[in-house]
């Protein structure tokens, strides 16, 4: 019996320790792939996007193939 309360005590704190764990990595994910988009179109005309270098909230500094430093924000 106290084998079996530990066992699901043990099982539901493993599946609460999942909750809303992925909720602030999504968000991340999603700004940095329009980050990505919006400096893809500002390097279209310097032979591309080389790299996204930083990302601040809303705000991003991106390198050109071309070695141009391009920063924008995504209002």
């Not at 988009?37 to 996204?52: E, Q």
Request: with cysteine; aromatic share 2%.
């Amino acid at each position: 019996m106290r084998t079996t309360t530990l066992a699901v005590i043990a099982l539901m704190f493993g599946m609460l320790g999942g909750c809303g764990s992925g909720s602030g990595n999504e968000r991340d994910r999603t700004m940095s792939r329009e980050h990505e988009a919006k400096a893809i179109v500002m390097c279209k005309h310097d032979k591309g996007l080389k790299r996204v270098t930083d990302t601040n909230g809303k705000s991003f500094t991106a390198e050109c193939k071309s070695g141009i430093i391009v920063t924008g924000s995504l209002d």
